[in-house]
């Protein structure tokens, strides 16, 4: 008699009595996938490589929770995200003290994605961004012939040097350059403004040939125009482009709820219009979304909402790519 | 001797000893109003109508306590509000229990207010969204022979199924379509973006021509002026338009106290400057403001500040439209 | 390769890599039970029937969630839990708008519940407080010849008249009076004090003979001495206990996360002990705890915690007393 | 119609639809009585005076709301509020920068008041402690030939030198000694402990036989009984005693907001106890209760619920003491 | 041989182990520079002049924290802040009770600084705007033949009557034009906006010649625009322009970390942009950054964050000037 | 002429201009002292060893910021601290990724202050209580003939398996067993409680003979009667005693900035008997104080100044065991 009312606990992954049209009915877990997904989730819950205290590994987690609260269909370009197959490999577990052994898995764990899934797109949820490195290295082993290019929007440029720090999250584009990963000239970071890069480090970049454009550069150009712009150049010297989003390129009134926001930054309408010229450009192969910590989060998980939200453009993006 | 220091308790609606010119100043309490007012303002404290957890019933009384900060003088367009009479009717009394009980009352105010005075501007302050479908019945009920056209700042269409939820706060539009009081194609809404509303929703809306503009649209054009385009074809095609304004319609960054607040939405400047275009349009008869959620409010207060500033520019742009 | 580290993403009941021995291991889904359980958890997710705003809705999920941080061990006690077996029957749907009918499901529940395990103990996790008054009239429509006792740990009466509310979380021990379902003098509150029940309230209950004992009393004679006496005396006048723990019982400084949180009242060290002795007493067969409302809740989840903790104490009474 | 739920808006001191017998219900306006008052409650609201940055010149308002939450009957001791007659006289008006001037103020108010009703009891709503010195030397200005005598509920001596603060919250017992208003003997101060006043202070203290009970000394003896052994002997000492309420006494786990919470200090339930004992001696003449502040308060107004929970209890032990 | 770990503890002001680069290497002790530095910075922690309650008085301590996570270049601009020089002069010591001695001190600090380093900028770190007219009376009577313009940000007018508030916060414009050490027509104020002035005060303003600029004429203008232009007219009609920046020129959701945060205010990035054309004008001289307070700012202080970055702003336009 | 007022920046250990008698007048930098200082404090900032995301690694630099509140005077013991002699040698520079390169040096630091002063009481300020088995082993490498004994305060036994987890917060007593540098029978936990030990672990301390007493047991025999028993017994089987206070033993209500807060813990009125106790004791040698987050702190900063106050009792103890 009470069947229809006694709801099952909370326990599963589409468990939502909502109607259906949801991200979370939309996403598939990887092991009940019957084709080869157009693009696979992993998240890299590690946040101990951070140089400040760090909780942006609990953002995998909530990431999934939130989704819940998100449409699968995007209003503005009237797209119907269930077009687009998705897959959810679930998380890299963390070892607890050896951030090494975890860098080690992550990239292990990019380059078995690679491999088993060389036409998917993967999209890594950090994590801080010691994790790109980590990812791109992963997918280097796995296609060692291939030229990367990195595209990132970040406040920082992330080159402070690992032989002080280790492979910390202000370390990894320098990582990549003095590991050979990646070539500075095939690299471009977009979004950097005001104080939070010393000279020094400034200098390193130039002396690298690191392409740098400050918000103020940035916006005189448009974020999109700009994108589409650098990714078009990126392509025709590399094979492939890599993508990753500090989040804390985002302005600390937008987003408080990353470990290093500061004012004078982009804006989430300048960010959401970016993902979707990156989500629509060809050349781009993974992206990475990193260093939401949602610890520092307000009361109502106003920067991972946006985080969601970012990832859901880089998706309408592959469609109207697609389509 | 101490008789100047000694003040009152402070129980008192113009208990402000602050030197006159302020909002509490110029509002009347409406059993004390010599001629009829211009605008009637009264409250719907509900919010058990809504879907998720919702503290908007608390709004009305916050509302009255921020006002006695604002000025009654508007910088920008250097107007006086105490030239336009306004009167207050206080709140109706929501049952506890009884939500059916709860939107019959307020539909019974509405007519109640309209028929004792006509020429009255109505403006409804909410409670949650369901608030809005009582409203307007109340009104048709007064005046059945007058085609009410709707124009609505919303990050949702608000047309699921009573069906389902009951008159809910997702479900108004639909009720007032479904009840033939509005037409579908009497019914614009401006400010829908990113991923807030199912296909199925979209489909619906589309099905019975509800005039909807993205955030990306209405930027392009302006929302001031696609509300004076808008207004303007309503005003052709209706007798009288009932604007409501839902908050969510702002967004996460300026206005964290709503109980669906996301990111993508519209600017607290762009909702400014539509509302001085909305209180000049003569074809505008009523307003309301719902889903402000003190309790989801940061601790300065800030959505509940930006709602009386909303209101206010409202009340500018009717004078003038006056002079 | 990468097996053992990508580990499935969070969506499952019993997720966790934690060695087991954790309340969420012990726990089973009602469906996959092979015997009848010794006690039988059930959701009732409803907070519209309160006279203030309440969140109290949100308690299950965010109970179910803070679980998998508890062990199923108590150290003071040497209790292993795991040795008492318990499903959780999931949450019943709730109306979104129509209270009466969310009631009615509530008492349909407890009263199918009880049909199919007649044996179990029933333990529900609110909700407000009125949904303890559809609890008790499903269990007395399942068993009519049998008298209930309650036995209330709450600040408040709870007898305000429903004629005027309707069935709020003011009113449940007087819709039981006035329904004939318990009477008065089988009704037992402790932990009344200070300022929270007028004069009119407690005329009402001296009127229909309800047991009260103040905090200070209770303190003078003990917690659990005095429930130990009170369940003796009601298990000799009727044929079994229902004990509902309002958790606004405790003073604000330990749960700031109800809805009427006072000083002056129990401490959680008391009311833990008083659940061991009503979780031992053979006169007890079923129980809730409610108005625990997460979005009052201090950012640490204070108030919910101490919710796990307390409903694991009438867990290990349980044991205690089989054992 | 619509008459009986078209409520007034919030504007009025007794505005609610509550069932009568709350705290607003039996306080009156001081214009509105028509005998004298048996206490008469005065608000101070200044706490430029404080040594820190303090927001308890908002406490007297939040005070006044608060207290509708607030049953006018104490469950404990059976006791019915309203058989005692309480007027509210308001908020002195302070200087907005004059700090000597405020202080001019209170200490006129305070005399006027017992000029004006030398028979009530005055009850002053702080404010910082600079408030207490005013309010006696207004009351012996009143009664100069009355000895005065001191009890303290407080974490701090307030001794500091006022040669080197001015009249600041440090200073108020300093002054009342070195302005010959009260002497050192005559001073009782409960509550001290941990590391809260310098060796300097306590010195000064000791020289001038002011009488000190730590926190550990007191909870041997028991608040309650120290504080009617010290009455009775005040009592045989001057010829009235004013007890001076600092909420700091309190421990920062029940009290954060006050400007400076400690561990280890009184808990509410003490305090509660003793300020029973307070209202019940005939010795006790006024009282003030001073450094709440709301601005440091949690969200739920922890502190502030307390201290109109504090104030019952003095009106409680009143009713007690008379009847 | 732990030599290079131990760190000594944090008590000193250079006392970071992080690269060199950051604010914190480059900023001098005033007793510690060789030369007359370019630009002295000097704190006024006073608030109690403030209308509403204010922490004010907390910045010039969490400034100096905060500036050591901000490095000493300038991305956008290409600026190495270190070529400028600044020393720090400290706090000037406030009086706790005596709000007149307190403005008398900034007075003689302002005139002492500027009659010993006459060529330097010097920088105020407020305290509230009460401040600003200490700090500009002290400037006259240093150079009492010197005619001084005001270039103010604000949402408010400040011309409050100091013979109803003191020396207020709400009115130092109105000090100075009373005072007659600066001309009304000397003055502006860009930001303005909104209902936060009443008519009576702009009437004032008007009276006197203030050249007012609202928001919304300043945005169709361009920030810096309109400063520039500004800053041309009255460096042809004064001897020197002293800026003061009240940080609640901001809107609300960027600053809410000052006691009047508005909606419908200045984006971070107008100002910033207007910092640079103010430090690259030879006619500004002075400036000062108040009501910024830190026990209102959010938990990530943000608003503080602003203010470091506001000054880094003007400091980069100094060099520019210069090169 | 402004000599007085113009204070240096804040940027000094000893900066206050408050009265002397504070903490920060008495503490000295190591390198300053002219004689061996009876204490040493050395800060631990690590908490990258955590299972759950901390930032106990700021707690050091806030115990030094707040330290600076209490005045170096115990009022209930009548204790002049500036008896003793205390010197801090500063915070261990920690590894940003390599947490075993972190652990050696803290174990290095505690051998080589060992050595250097072998008659002090080392005091660390953790950091997570990982740090505990670092200082452990570098003490009994400075002196492998003594047997060491631990007087454990804490929720957990730590006993967890350091092969699963690495050396991480949750195995330091694990560590020292299996490491032959502590036998089990040396070690005594108290404040042991509730479900946060699983049955697993429960058994290995068994098997290992170290002595738990829950928090019932230990409320019954008295905090510092249990401490003192033990304290003698370890006494007179070890050689030295080494005490570790994880603040997590504290209950979540008094203690809410530990990263594994829980109800049913221990009151600070008991911790602060019982630290007395502890340094009355000539059997301790050494301590450490553990897991405090100011991260997950209150906004009132209520858990780091529980830890001053708890580390100012132990310097009581201290005295009282001397005098």
């Known amino acids: 008699m009470a069947d229809n009312w006694l709801r099952e606990p909370n326990w599963s992954w589409n468990d939502s009595l909502e109607p259906s049209g949801y991200v979370h009915d939309w996403?598939?877990?990887?092991?009940?996938?019957?084709?080869?997904?157009?693009?696979?989730?992993?998240?890299?819950?590690?946040?101990?490589?951070?140089?400040?205290?760090?909780?942006?590994?609990?953002?995998?987690?909530?990431?999934?929770?939130?989704?819940?609260?998100?449409?699968?269909?995007?209003?503005?370009?009237?797209?119907?995200?269930?077009?687009?197959?998705?897959?959810?490999?679930?998380?890299?577990?963390?070892?607890?003290?050896?951030?090494?052994?975890?860098?080690?898995?992550?990239?292990?764990?990019?380059?078995?994605?690679?491999?088993?899934?060389?036409?998917?797109?993967?999209?890594?949820?950090?994590?801080?961004?010691?994790?790109?490195?980590?990812?791109?290295?992963?997918?280097?082993?796995?296609?060692?012939?291939?030229t990367i290019g990195i595209l990132q929007l970040d406040t920082h440029l992330d080159v402070r040097d690992p032989a002080e720090y280790g492979p910390a999250n202000g370390t990894p584009i320098r990582q990549l350059i003095e590991g050979g990963v990646v070539r500075g000239e095939h690299i471009v970071n977009i979004g950097l403004h005001g104080y939070y890069n010393t000279k020094q480090l400034v200098e390193y970049a130039k002396r690298h040939q690191i392409k740098t454009y400050s918000m103020k550069e940035t916006r005189k150009i448009g974020v999109s125009r700009l994108i589409e712009q650098e990714l078009k150049r990126l392509s025709s010297e590399t094979d492939l482009v890599y993508v990753t989003v500090d989040m804390d390129v985002l302005d600390i009134s937008f987003a408080p709820g990353v470990p290093a926001a500061t004012p004078g930054g982009m804006r989430t309408e300048e960010l959401f219009e970016g993902l979707l010229s990156i989500g629509k450009s060809p050349a781009v192969k993974h992206i990475d979304f990193v260093c939401l910590d949602p610890s520092r989060d307000s009361r109502i998980e106003e920067t991972c909402r946006i985080g969601v939200h970012a990832w859901l453009q880089f998706m309408t993006g592959r469609i109207m790519n697609k389509g």
């Open 27 to 146: 996403v598939q877990r990887i092991n009940e996938v019957e084709s080869v997904p157009e693009c696979i989730l992993y998240g890299a819950p590690l946040s101990k490589s951070s140089i400040s205290v760090s909780g942006a590994s609990l953002y995998p987690e909530v990431f999934r929770r939130l989704w819940k609260q998100f449409a699968a269909y995007n209003f503005e370009e009237e797209i119907d995200l269930t077009s687009y197959s998705v897959a959810d490999a679930g998380d890299i577990l963390m070892h607890t003290t050896d951030v090494a052994e975890s860098h080690r898995r992550i990239e292990i764990a990019a380059y078995a994605l690679n491999q088993t899934f060389p036409k998917s797109t993967l999209c890594m949820i950090g994590g801080d961004h010691s994790t790109t490195a980590c990812a791109i290295r992963g997918l280097k082993r796995s296609q060692p012939n291939q």
